[in-house]
Structure formats: structure tokens, C-alpha cells
């Protein structure tokens, strides 16, 4: 797989902009330590769905953004509520986050329905000059990680069901665990996860350009399959389908080693980020809200209804936050804001 194209001037300027902003920040630190800012905080959100929480309802509908699946009540506009509750107030200049969005969307447009012509422009157009806070989730759509889901289950090959294609739809989904622990899976995989590595790091180095005193945000993923994965064989209560639909057993601790591993790729690019960058480990503080945990689950269940309908037709959740999770969402931002615009 060939590595993304990055612009050397635009990492040579962004690097320049972030040690400017450093030297302006330790030029004021005496006088700013530890107090909230006064004013308010010029702030965008990007992202893919985690950040637009789909299946929330109602979701925003403008004409052009209708099918982001944006939610009114996204984890954005709660976290803004929750700070302004702690006297730190943002200016939100926009909230771009879109369902489907890759990380390459951070720079391309990005179309909404194959074949319609209806698209969103790229992200980082929403950044300014004056943007100070930059907060989003992506990286889940470039992985693939509807391919590997479609890959270990029969219900979601249905072409209703679930955008994309398996990996490999001549292999069997009863054998997708094997399929993605060796051969071909394993190495489509390595690509998938390097390629993720590659475009978050030319991501972080885009908002050092466009907006270089912002601080940058990475927002992982919640987790979706327990430890103890036996309590994915009980459906949720009040559902008839599993937690995870069809998907084997023995494939849902490879689901979760996927996801462990996007969660540390994600927090390398953060680490790595020219002047640093910050990230939510939602992964790691999500463990007894995963989609197998009844009635404290953060997330629905694949096959699940969610809060958001197409006509006569409830959509189903896909294994995203509900509102509990966007709530733990909303939590954890706002708490790693906090702390940044305190330091």
C-alpha cells in the first residue's frame, strides 16, 4: 500500500506554527496558570459518526447535510453544554463531523450517497486562523471496520444492510476469525491499520496549519466487545437479536483486538503530533458499557433499532454509542478540555 502524499511545506509551516504558539503560550502562562479562559474559546468539531453520534435523534437537517446522520444532541453539543456549566465557554465555529467521513474527508470532499452527486466539503475548511480547539473521532471508516464486521456475518452481506463489502466475500463469515488472524485478512489488515497511521498524522499537521494556536483533540473509540464475551450470547433487554447479530463467538475477541489496536494507533499519532496533541482513551474507560452489557450498554447492538428512522423504516444502531455512550462520550471530552484550557 502506498503511503499518503504529504506536503513538505505544509509540515515546515505547521511545525513553525506550533513553536510559535508554544513561545505565546509560556509568554502568558505566569499570569493564565490554572484559570479558565475568559473568553470564549473559538472551537471545531470534525469527525466521522462516533463524533455525530448517528442513531441519536433527531438529527440536524439542513438540506445539504441531511445525510451526515448528524445528531442535534451530538457528543459535541453536550460537551459544550457540561463546560459552559464549568465557566469555560466555546464559541463553536462549526461542527463538520459526518457519518461515513474517512480521514482523507479531513482534506477531500466527501460524497454522501454513491451516484447522487451530494457532497460535504473537506473538514478543514471549517478551520480559521483564530480556531484555539479542534476536538474529533476518525479513523474507525479507513480501517474498514464495516468490511470486517460484513466479513464476520451472514445478516450483514445482506445488501440491505450495512454500506461496503466484506474483505473477502468468497471466505465464509463462520471462519473470519482464522481469516483475519493469517494470510490474506491479516496482511489486508496491516495495510488497513498503517494506512490509518499515515493519513492521522497528515490530519494533525493540517489543523497545525490552518489553525496554529489550536489545541488538537483525538477522540477514541468506546469499546464494543467485553472481555468476558460471553455476555454477547444474551440478547439486550427488551431486544430479540444478539448484541452482535450473527457475528461467531470465537470472532468477537479479534473484533476487539482490531479495535484495541486502532484505539494505539490513534494514541501514536496524538503522541507523535509536531507540538503534541491530545487524546481521549474512550477505549480504555469504557469497559462496562460495551454493547453485551444490558442494560448498561453505551452502545447498541448491531441489528438494534436506533432512535433514527427512514420513512417507515428504523435504522439499526451498527454498534454505535446510544445515548448512555454518547453521554460517557460527552464525559470524557469535556473533562480532557477542561484540563487542557486549564493548564
Same mark, same amino acid.
Given at each position: 500500500?502506498?503511503?499518503?502524499?504529504?506536503?513538505?511545506?505544509?509540515?515546515?509551516?505547521?511545525?513553525?506554527?506550533?513553536?510559535?504558539?508554544?513561545?505565546?503560550?509560556?509568554?502568558?502562562?505566569?499570569?493564565?496558570?490554572?484559570?479558565?479562559?475568559?473568553?470564549?474559546?473559538?472551537?471545531?468539531?470534525?469527525?466521522?459518526?462516533?463524533?455525530?453520534?448517528?442513531?441519536?435523534?433527531?438529527?440536524?437537517?439542513?438540506?445539504?447535510?441531511?445525510?451526515?446522520?448528524?445528531?442535534?444532541?451530538?457528543?459535541?453539543?453536550?460537551?459544550?453544554?457540561? @463546560?459552559?456549566?464549568?465557566?469555560?465557554?466555546? /464559541?463553536?465555529?462549526?461542527?463538520?463531523?459526518?457519518?461515513?467521513?474517512?480521514?482523507?474527508?479531513?482534506?477531500?470532499?466527501?460524497?454522501?450517497?454513491?451516484?447522487?452527486?451530494?457532497?460535504?466539503?473537506?473538514?478543514?475548511?471549517?478551520?480559521?486562523?483564530?480556531?484555539?480547539?479542534?476536538?474529533?473521532?476518525?479513523?474507525?471508516?479507513?480501517?474498514?471496520?464495516?468490511?470486517?464486521?460484513?466479513?464476520?456475518?451472514?445478516?450483514?452481506?445482506?445488501?440491505?444492510?450495512?454500506?461496503?463489502?466484506?474483505? /473477502?466475500?468468497?471466505?465464509?463469515?463462520?471462519?473470519?476469525?482464522?481469516?483475519?488472524?493469517?494470510?490474506?485478512?491479516?496482511?489486508?489488515?496491516?495495510?488497513?491499520?498503517?494506512?490509518?497511521?499515515?493519513?492521522?498524522?497528515?490530519? @494533525?499537521?493540517?489543523?497545525?496549519?490552518?489553525?496554529?494556536?489550536?489545541?488538537?483533540?483525538?477522540?477514541?473509540?468506546?469499546?464494543?466487545?467485553?472481555? /468476558?464475551?460471553?455476555?454477547?450470547?444474551?440478547?439486550?433487554?427488551?431486544?430479540?437479536?444478539?448484541?452482535?447479530?450473527?457475528?461467531?463467538?470465537?470472532?468477537?475477541?479479534?473484533?476487539?483486538?482490531?479495535?484495541?489496536?486502532?484505539?494505539?494507533?490513534?494514541?501514536?499519532?496524538?503522541?507523535?503530533?509536531?507540538?503534541?496533541?491530545?487524546?481521549?482513551?474512550?477505549?480504555?474507560?469504557?469497559?462496562?458499557?460495551?454493547?453485551?452489557?444490558?442494560?448498561?450498554?453505551?452502545?447498541?447492538?448491531? @441489528?438494534?433499532?436506533?432512535?433514527?428512522? @427512514?420513512?417507515?423504516?428504523?435504522?439499526?444502531?451498527?454498534?454505535?454509542?446510544?445515548?448512555?455512550?454518547?453521554?460517557?462520550?460527552?464525559?470524557?471530552?469535556?473533562?480532557?478540555?477542561?484540563?487542557?484550557?486549564?493548564?
Amino acid at each position: 500500500m502506498r503511503k499518503t502524499t504529504k506536503s513538505p511545506v505544509v509540515r515546515r509551516l505547521a511545525a513553525a506554527a506550533v513553536a510559535l504558539g508554544s513561545c505565546l503560550a509560556l509568554a502568558g502562562a505566569a499570569e493564565s496558570a490554572g484559570a479558565a479562559p475568559a473568553d470564549p474559546v473559538p472551537t471545531v468539531f470534525f469527525g466521522d459518526s462516533y463524533t455525530a453520534n448517528f442513531g441519536v435523534a433527531p438529527f440536524n437537517q439542513d438540506g445539504k447535510r441531511d445525510f451526515c446522520f448528524q445528531a442535534k444532541e451530538n457528543y459535541p453539543a453536550v460537551a459544550t453544554r457540561r @463546560l459552559a456549566d464549568k465557566g469555560i465557554t466555546l /464559541d463553536v465555529q462549526s461542527d463538520v463531523s459526518c457519518g461515513g467521513a474517512l480521514v482523507n474527508h479531513f482534506w477531500q470532499e466527501q460524497e454522501l450517497l454513491p451516484g447522487t452527486g451530494m457532497t460535504v466539503p473537506p473538514q478543514q475548511d471549517a478551520l480559521k486562523a483564530d480556531t484555539q480547539l479542534a476536538v474529533g473521532s476518525i479513523g474507525g471508516n479507513t480501517l474498514g471496520f464495516n468490511r470486517i464486521l460484513k466479513q464476520c456475518s451472514d445478516k450483514l452481506r445482506s445488501p440491505s444492510l450495512l454500506p461496503g463489502e466484506p474483505v /473477502d466475500g468468497d471466505e465464509p463469515a463462520a471462519k473470519c476469525a482464522e481469516f483475519f488472524e493469517s494470510g490474506d485478512g491479516k496482511q489486508w489488515l496491516d495495510g488497513q491499520f498503517e494506512q490509518v497511521g499515515w493519513e492521522l498524522e497528515e490530519l @494533525l499537521d493540517r489543523i497545525g496549519y490552518f489553525a496554529p494556536d489550536a489545541k488538537r483533540v483525538l477522540v477514541g473509540y468506546p469499546r464494543l466487545v467485553p472481555g /468476558d464475551t460471553t455476555k454477547c450470547l444474551t440478547a439486550a433487554p427488551g431486544q430479540t437479536e444478539l448484541p452482535f447479530a450473527d457475528i461467531p463467538e470465537d470472532a468477537l475477541p479479534v473484533l476487539d483486538q482490531v479495535q484495541k489496536r486502532l484505539n494505539d494507533v490513534m494514541k501514536k499519532a496524538a503522541a507523535d503530533a509536531e507540538g503534541g496533541a491530545d487524546f481521549v482513551d474512550l477505549y480504555a474507560r469504557t469497559g462496562t458499557n460495551t454493547a453485551c452489557d444490558g442494560a448498561d450498554r453505551g452502545i447498541g447492538g448491531l @441489528l438494534e433499532d436506533s432512535q433514527v428512522s @427512514l420513512g417507515d423504516y428504523k435504522l439499526p444502531w451498527y454498534a454505535h454509542p446510544n445515548a448512555k455512550g454518547r453521554d460517557i462520550q460527552a464525559e470524557q471530552v469535556t473533562e480532557t478540555v477542561e484540563q487542557i484550557l486549564n493548564r
